[in-house]
């Protein structure tokens, strides 16, 4: 669904809702065949959801099914330590907090926004071990490192918080999945205000 950012008394035309989500990472150490081999979980989502009429925060901690089956977590883990045991072990299943976030999502009317390829391909990657389906349509994905990029002439690759530097947009509690999303929120719609466009998919 389109809408207008809206700047002093400028409108600025967006035409997909938004949705800026952030995933945060746990890193397990697994052995198998006396090979050690690194996999990567979804730990933590984050997510804003920004249309005409609403803004919708979505967050939660994710239950990272390789790292629960682990042993030994604190050896065989990385990054563990910033949650606590009964957090992860609580967390909300995957499949679950795919279902939440599917709600705000509106295929070919939702553009889906994080920040670097890496985000999309841990997230289909975890989606093949846990056999289960991706959220969201690969068309309307947009990685918005690359649109930044391209939008303000910059040629090498960038941190999120180097764009947010840029912008002068203050960082706050950097590597947490919500503060993330509000950041992208921020990001892109400082780019509108300025003059950038989505080009129309459908």
Known sequence: MSFYFINDLEMK?????????????????????KAKKYFQEIVEIGAVFRDEDEVIEFESIIKPRHYIK???????????????EKEIENGM???????EL????????TIWISWGKAEYDILR????????????????????????KK???????????????ILNIPTLDRHEA???AR??????KRMFIEGYEIEEKY
């Not at 950041?183 to 892109?188: F, V």
């Open 178 to 180: 919500l503060p993330d």
């Open 151 to 165: 939008f303000y002439n910059i040629q090498q690759s960038l941190t999120l918080d180097k764009a947010l530097n």
């Open 70 to 84: 682990s042993k030994n977590k604190h050896i065989h883990s990385i990054y563990a330590d910033r949650f606590l």
């Open 93 to 99: 299943d995957l499949d679950n907090a795919f279902k």
């Open 102 to 109: 599917k709600k705000l999502y509106v295929p070919k009317e």
């Open 13 to 33: 035309f967006v035409p997909y809702s938004l949705l800026a989500i952030d995933f945060e990472f746990i890193t397990t150490r697994r052995i198998k065949n």
């Open 183 to 188: 950041a992208l929120m921020k990001i892109i």
């Open 125 to 148: 990657t975890v989606c093949r071990s846990y056999s289960i389906g991706m959220p969201f349509l690969k068309e309307d994905y947009l990685d918005l490192s690359i649109e930044f």
